[in-house]
């Protein structure tokens, strides 16, 4: 099982759609997916349309995080959520209370590195939606990670973030010695525009020294919008479509970045 954190302090950049898409792109090659929604706006659980369930906080992983005795972890893990051929841990408001509490539990970086741990069934790949801040939930969420994607819009205000976003996970090897970058996902854009084709190039000149940058996701708003209001994958509310064959071009440089068969 390997364990990738999509994560960006900035929001706006399309992390959680990349999140679901990528992640429906490696369950329709086959592989066995769980989705992990940590940001308590829920906006992953939105965009797979699971909301719709009448979750409360018993689906999240609220109760595993706060438990106290590591050994009990497995018990206090809800039933994931099936959805669109994913596996879904879901969020609500209610995980906020996590950001809090965690303060002042033992261990509290590595409560969601547990609980991976203890998962009851085997996957191939955990793809954690971290919220959009440096909080405890976000610490929890690349401590879990074996590395990270972050997706970058290709606008010059992302690309001025991007030394914050570094440092940040430059420290918390401190905590985890071996957590680093997988790759960078260039998100939102648009080839018509100079100024997108610049900061791409941009971006590629300054990422390719720390990790990989993947092809990137044009920005297609009625599909992605679409696609989040429907609650589906952009693979199944418009398959075919240019935003549908981005993220399969995604997903196979990245595969074959990390030598596993596209």
């Given at each position: 099982?390997?364990?990738?954190?999509?994560?960006n302090?900035?929001?706006?950049?399309?992390?959680?759609?990349?999140?679901?898409?990528?992640?429906y792109?490696?369950?329709?090659?086959?592989?066995?997916?769980?989705?992990?929604?940590?940001?308590?706006?829920?906006?992953?659980?939105?965009?797979?349309?699971?909301?719709?369930?009448?979750l409360?906080?018993?689906a999240?992983?609220?109760?595993?995080?706060?438990?106290?005795?590591?050994?009990?972890?497995?018990?206090r893990l809800?039933?994931?959520?099936?959805?669109?051929?994913?596996?879904?841990?879901?969020?609500t408001?209610?995980?906020?209370?996590?950001?809090?509490?965690?303060?002042?539990?033992i261990?509290?970086?590595?409560?969601l590195?547990?609980?991976?741990?203890?998962?009851?069934?085997?996957?191939?790949?955990?793809?954690?939606?971290?919220?959009p801040?440096l909080?405890?939930?976000?610490?929890?969420?690349?401590?879990?990670?074996?590395?990270?994607?972050?997706?970058?819009?290709?606008?010059?205000?992302a690309?001025?973030?991007?030394?914050?976003?570094?440092r940040?996970?430059?420290?918390?090897?401190?905590?985890?010695?071996?957590?680093?970058?997988?790759?960078?996902?260039?998100?939102?854009?648009?080839?018509?525009?100079?100024h997108?084709?610049?900061?791409?190039?941009?971006?590629?000149?300054?990422?390719a020294?720390?990790?990989?940058v993947?092809?990137p996701?044009r920005?297609?708003?009625?599909?992605?919008?679409?696609?989040s209001m429907?609650?589906?994958?952009?693979?199944?509310?418009?398959?075919?479509?240019?935003?549908a064959?981005?993220?399969?071009?995604?997903?196979?440089?990245?595969?074959?970045?990390?030598?596993?068969?596209?």
């Amino acid at each position: 099982m390997t364990t990738y954190t999509f994560f960006n302090h900035a929001g706006g950049v399309g992390k959680t759609s990349a999140t679901r898409d990528f992640g429906y792109e490696l369950a329709s090659r086959g592989h066995r997916v769980l989705l992990v929604d940590f940001d308590p706006q829920g906006n992953l659980t939105s965009f797979l349309g699971a909301d719709k369930w009448g979750l409360n906080q018993d689906a999240t992983l609220l109760a595993a995080l706060l438990e106290d005795d590591p050994n009990a972890v497995q018990s206090r893990l809800p039933a994931t959520v099936e959805v669109h051929g994913l596996s879904l841990y879901p969020a609500t408001i209610d995980l906020a209370i996590a950001e809090a509490q965690l303060l002042a539990k033992i261990g509290r970086e590595r409560r969601l590195s547990n609980i991976l741990n203890h998962l009851p069934q085997a996957y191939d790949y955990v793809l954690i939606d971290s919220p959009p801040s440096l909080g405890t939930l976000t610490v929890n969420a690349l401590v879990a990670a074996d590395s990270v994607i972050t997706p970058v819009a290709t606008r010059f205000k992302a690309v001025d973030g991007l030394p914050g976003l570094t440092r940040m996970v430059n420290e918390l090897q401190w905590v985890k010695p071996s957590l680093g970058f997988a790759a960078f996902l260039p998100t939102m854009y648009d080839q018509r525009n100079r100024h997108d084709s610049d900061v791409l190039e941009m971006i590629r000149e300054q990422l390719a020294p720390l990790a990989p940058v993947l092809p990137p996701v044009r920005y297609r708003a009625a599909d992605h919008n679409d696609a989040s209001m429907s609650g589906q994958p952009v693979q199944v509310y418009k398959p075919g479509s240019e935003a549908a064959r981005d993220m399969a071009q995604v997903v196979t440089a990245f595969l074959e970045l990390q030598g596993q068969p596209a």
